[in-house]
């Protein structure tokens, strides 16, 4: 009893915390005003929509800081409570037993492993083909073809992904035994097609779950890519034409450099969807006992479907507070990330 | 079909009845027996009225037989309702215990160490809270083998078969209780449920209880044979043991029928016990009663353990935790009048929902402390 309010306790102080992080927050960014202040004294006044739109936009902005760090302070508020008892070493153990509070034994090791490599699986699969779909859109296709075929990729990602989940398990699962059971035969020398530990026959394994996402994060994909390349300065292109350049040489000399940052950022955009994704590979992926071992026909679980999976049974906020432990570990990844895109961006900017 | 078998299930309540009252009027007053109210169990006065809504939460193995009581009770009491939040057992206790909801469902009876009961009487106005088990969920060892339909298991082996150490099923140990049967030389693909379930809590009791000490993971609500692979909920154990030759998983009768998994035999000491209502009746009719007075807190191990000839033991036994007293007057006759159509009328449409109804010594135990809720 005693335990459970000290467990609590942390909580309500995060709470607080996170809403006096407002009013703190604000005096910070009237900073910038007295410069326009300044302005105001050299114009002759500001229009008052202006200032509207500004304090609206600022707000907005601010909100969303003050929310994702609000997220982040209480994930790790209710998670140090549940840390502290853990036995085994939260980042290097694969153990996952939470049902006993008196000897909680978990740590995120394979729920890492097993959601960064389901995910950069799918990436692999889903870059050239969206990058190839988006080229074909903007350069090759009859404009009156490439809007409806735009719309039709768009309606990939309306589809529910407890759709994606049933589909990829009971449809596709089957179809790819076969290729699973030729690549481990031929290729099982190399560790990542492995025979792996559970049966390729169910299904379940990392190389299902993969294709699956791949054909879920390829709208994201190719739209933002489609936008971005359709976004070639026309001079650009008209010059290589000019030159002489084939359709290809157009491609590969003015289209692609133009478009490279923001096709790897809306990659990274997919990637974030991966890696979050939930439902899906909660009904796909088959749990296993044993231990990750680097290849595609492995079990396991994300740290998404793992907490998806115990949520309905959560009762003891120490138990639960676990699976918190294990959603910062996917949040500080989603957030590294979505740094390294940002910065791949921010390399590109030659062409802005 | 569903019509004949209701109507065996009402004849078979119906004579249950009449060699009750037959009974009861021998030692009581006569001719009062037959408006007796727990001597009959379709001609139990059930009083209607009192909240209109009720409000109850807790375990989701209970889902579907909540949803036949309601419909049992709706026609029983015109414009009475009843809402079902599955949120799971943990869910049901907490918010029954903060006067949330009227009452809880729960897999696991109150733990005193946790203070579950202590609060439980603390929101019942200082009365105790009692566990009503209404739902009973038979367990189905279910299993696809080609060539193989029948096929006989007892505790030990079970559990064997579940943490690892019988790995084939031509195993000696299998073959020692299936004389007869031509096994193949074929891998055991153990299925088992990834995500925390009562069911798993209650299978890994079980074999905790029944296997002679070769279960030694212990138990709780995730699988901890350390073997096999794990699938989600009830539908997707039951569809991927169903899709593999070899398979074999633990899961509600219900699911292994509608996947046609075969269903193995219990030899409990007494020679193979198949899995029907009948055989589930008598482990519950044989059932030991933990808790005081009308406080049914059933005793796990005279279950499990079982030794009454022709008594299939595994099954998953579900609560309703609802206050002895300290409800307000309405919301008494409301919980009064639900629990009463549950425990009768609403163990006719059971079967169907994959559960197994109680049979009528049990009944008569359930109505005597529904009526005595106050």
Same mark, same amino acid.
């Given at each position: 009893m005693?335990?459970?309010?000290?467990?609590k306790?942390?909580?309500?102080t995060g709470d607080a915390g996170a809403?006096?992080g407002?009013p703190?927050a604000r005096?910070?960014? &009237?900073?910038p005003?007295p410069p326009?202040?300044e302005?105001?004294?050299?114009?002759?006044?500001?229009?008052?929509?202006?200032? $509207?739109?500004?304090g609206l936009?600022?707000g907005?902005?601010?909100f969303?800081?003050?929310l994702i760090?609000?997220?982040?302070l209480f994930?790790?508020?209710q998670a140090i409570?549940?840390?502290?008892?853990?036995?085994?070493?939260?980042?290097?153990s694969?153990e996952?037993?939470t049902g006993?509070?008196?000897n909680?034994?978990?740590?995120?090791?394979?729920?890492?492993?097993?959601?960064?490599?389901?995910s950069?699986?799918a990436?692999?699969?889903a870059?050239p083909?969206?990058?190839g779909?988006?080229?074909?859109?903007?350069?090759y296709?009859p404009?009156?073809?490439s809007?409806?075929f735009a719309?039709? +990729?768009d309606l990939?990602?309306?589809?529910?992904?407890i759709?994606?989940?049933?589909w990829?398990?009971?449809v596709l699962?089957?179809v790819l035994t076969?290729?699973?059971?030729?690549?481990t035969?031929v290729?099982?020398?190399f560790?990542?097609?492995? &025979?792996?530990?559970?049966?390729?026959?169910?299904?379940g394994t990392?190389?299902?779950?993969g294709?699956?996402?791949?054909?879920?994060?390829?709208?994201?994909?190719?739209?933002?890519s489609?936008e971005?390349f359709d976004?070639?300065?026309?001079?650009?292109?008209?010059g290589?034409?000019?030159?002489?350049?084939t359709?290809? &040489?157009v491609?590969?000399?003015?289209?692609?450099?133009?478009?490279?940052?923001?096709y790897?950022?809306?990659s990274?955009?997919?990637l974030g969807?991966?890696?979050?994704?939930? $439902?899906?590979l909660m009904?796909?992926?088959s749990?296993?006992n044993?231990?990750?071992?680097?290849s595609?026909?492995?079990g396991g679980?994300?740290?998404?479907?793992?907490? *998806?999976?115990a949520?309905?049974?959560?009762?003891?906020p120490?138990?639960?507070g676990?699976?918190i432990?294990?959603g910062?570990?996917?949040?500080v990844?989603?957030?590294?990330?979505n740094?390294?895109?940002?910065?791949?961006v921010?390399?590109?900017k030659e062409?802005e | 079909?569903?019509?004949?078998r209701h109507?065996?299930?009402?004849g078979l +309540?119906?004579?249950?009845?009449l060699?009750?009252?037959?009974?009861?009027s021998?030692?009581?007053?006569?001719?009062a027996?037959?408006?007796?109210p /727990?001597a009959? *169990?379709?001609?139990v006065?059930?009083?209607?009225?009192g909240k *209109?809504k009720l /409000?109850?939460?807790?375990?989701s193995?209970?889902?579907?037989?909540?949803?036949?009581?309601i419909?049992a009770?709706?026609q029983?009491?015109?414009g009475a309702?009843l809402?079902?939040?599955p949120?799971?057992?943990?869910g049901?206790?907490k /918010?029954?215990n903060?006067?949330?909801?009227?009452?809880g469902?729960t897999?696991?009876?109150?733990?005193k160490d @946790?203070g579950?009961?202590e609060a439980?009487?603390?929101?019942?106005?200082? /009365?105790?809270?009692?566990h009503l088990?209404l739902?009973?969920?038979?367990?189905a060892?279910?299993?696809k083998?080609d060539?193989?339909?029948?096929?006989?298991l007892?505790g030990?082996?079970?559990?064997k078969?579940f943490?690892?150490?019988v @790995?084939?099923?031509?195993?000696?140990?299998?073959?020692?209780?299936?004389?007869?049967?031509?096994?193949?030389?074929?891998d055991?693909k153990?299925?088992?449920r990834s995500d925390?379930s009562?069911?798993?809590?209650?299978?890994?009791?079980?074999?905790?209880?029944?296997?002679?000490g070769?279960?030694?993971?212990?138990?709780?609500?995730q699988?901890?044979?350390?073997?096999g &692979?794990g @699938?989600?909920?009830?539908?997707g154990?039951a569809?991927?043991a169903?899709s593999?030759d070899g398979a074999?998983?633990?899961?509600?009768l219900?699911?292994?029928?509608?996947?046609k998994?075969?269903?193995?035999?219990?030899?409990a000491?007494?020679?193979?016990v198949e899995?029907?209502s009948?055989?589930?009746?008598?482990a519950?009719?044989g059932?030991k009663?933990?808790g005081?007075g009308?406080?049914?807190?059933?005793?796990?191990?005279?279950i499990y353990?079982?030794?009454t000839a022709g008594a299939?033991?595994l099954?998953l036994?579900?609560y309703e935790?609802v206050?002895?007293?300290?409800y307000?007057?309405?919301?008494?006759?409301?919980?009064k009048?639900?629990?009463?159509?549950?425990?009768?009328?609403?163990?006719?449409?059971?079967?169907?929902?994959?559960?197994?109804?109680?049979p009528k010594?049990?009944?008569?135990k359930?109505l005597?402390a529904?009526?005595?809720?106050?």
């Amino acid at each position: 009893m005693n335990d459970r309010i000290v467990a609590k306790r942390p909580a309500g102080t995060g709470d607080a915390g996170a809403r006096e992080g407002v009013p703190a927050a604000r005096p910070a960014t &009237e900073a910038p005003i007295p410069p326009t202040t300044e302005a105001d004294q050299n114009a002759p006044h500001v229009r008052p929509g202006d200032r $509207i739109f500004r304090g609206l936009a600022t707000g907005s902005g601010i909100f969303i800081v003050v929310l994702i760090g609000a997220i982040g302070l209480f994930l790790l508020l209710q998670a140090i409570p549940s840390l502290a008892l853990d036995q085994v070493s939260f980042l290097t153990s694969r153990e996952w037993s939470t049902g006993d509070v008196n000897n909680m034994r978990f740590g995120i090791l394979d729920l890492l492993l097993v959601t960064v490599v389901s995910s950069a699986f799918a990436l692999l699969i889903a870059m050239p083909i969206a990058l190839g779909i988006a080229l074909f859109l903007t350069q090759y296709a009859p404009r009156k073809l490439s809007r409806p075929f735009a719309y039709v +990729i768009d309606l990939l990602s309306a589809v529910p992904s407890i759709i994606y989940g049933l589909w990829g398990l009971l449809v596709l699962a089957p179809v790819l035994t076969p290729v699973g059971e030729w690549l481990t035969d031929v290729l099982g020398w190399f560790p990542l097609f492995a &025979e792996g530990n559970v049966s390729i026959e169910l299904g379940g394994t990392i190389f299902t779950a993969g294709v699956v996402l791949a054909v879920m994060i390829l709208p994201i994909i190719t739209a933002v890519s489609r936008e971005v390349f359709d976004r070639t300065p026309p001079a650009h292109i008209e010059g290589a034409i000019a030159l002489g350049a084939t359709k290809w &040489e157009v491609v590969r000399t003015t289209v692609l450099p133009f478009g490279k940052a923001g096709y790897v950022s809306a990659s990274m955009l997919g990637l974030g969807r991966a890696l979050g994704e939930t $439902i899906a590979l909660m009904i796909i992926l088959s749990a296993t006992n044993a231990a990750f071992g680097w290849s595609l026909f492995d079990g396991g679980a994300t740290f998404a479907s793992k907490i *998806a999976l115990a949520a309905p049974e959560f009762n003891d906020p120490r138990s639960a507070g676990a699976y918190i432990a294990a959603g910062l570990v996917l949040f500080v990844l989603t957030f590294v990330v979505n740094a390294i895109a940002r910065s791949i961006v921010a390399g590109h900017k030659e062409y802005e | 079909m569903k019509t004949k078998r209701h109507g065996a299930v009402v004849g078979l +309540i119906a004579a249950g009845a009449l060699l009750l009252t037959a009974c009861g009027s021998d030692n009581n007053t006569p001719g009062a027996g037959g408006t007796s109210p /727990n001597a009959s *169990a379709p001609g139990v006065d059930v009083e209607c009225g009192g909240k *209109a809504k009720l /409000n109850a939460e807790g375990s989701s193995a209970q889902k579907n037989a909540i949803d036949t009581f309601i419909q049992a009770y709706q026609q029983k009491c015109a414009g009475a309702d009843l809402a079902y939040n599955p949120s799971g057992s943990g869910g049901g206790v907490k /918010n029954f215990n903060a006067g949330q909801v009227d009452f809880g469902g729960t897999d696991s009876p109150l733990s005193k160490d @946790k203070g579950e009961v202590e609060a439980a009487a603390k929101r019942c106005a200082t /009365n105790p809270a009692w566990h009503l088990p209404l739902v009973f969920g038979p367990v189905a060892v279910g299993f696809k083998l080609d060539g193989v339909q029948d096929l006989v298991l007892n505790g030990e082996v079970t559990a064997k078969i579940f943490n690892g150490a019988v @790995k084939k099923w031509n195993d000696p140990a299998i073959a020692a209780l299936n004389s007869g049967a031509t096994l193949p030389d074929k891998d055991i693909k153990v299925v088992y449920r990834s995500d925390e379930s009562g069911t798993t809590d209650n299978f890994q009791k079980y074999l905790k209880i029944a296997s002679k000490g070769a279960w030694t993971q212990g138990d709780g609500k995730q699988f901890k044979g350390g073997v096999g &692979e794990g @699938k989600e909920k009830s539908a997707g154990v039951a569809q991927a043991a169903a899709s593999v030759d070899g398979a074999v998983t633990y899961v509600e009768l219900s699911f292994a029928q509608d996947n046609k998994l075969s269903i193995a035999k219990i030899d409990a000491g007494q020679g193979a016990v198949e899995l029907t209502s009948e055989t589930v009746g008598k482990a519950i009719d044989g059932a030991k009663i933990k808790g005081e007075g009308n406080d049914l807190v059933l005793d796990l191990d005279s279950i499990y353990g079982t030794t009454t000839a022709g008594a299939y033991p595994l099954l998953l036994a579900t609560y309703e935790i609802v206050c002895s007293k300290g409800y307000d007057a309405d919301t008494a006759k409301a919980v009064k009048a639900f629990l009463t159509v549950a425990a009768t009328d609403g163990q006719a449409g059971l079967a169907d929902a994959g559960y197994a109804p109680v049979p009528k010594a049990f009944q008569d135990k359930l109505l005597t402390a529904i009526k005595a809720i106050a």
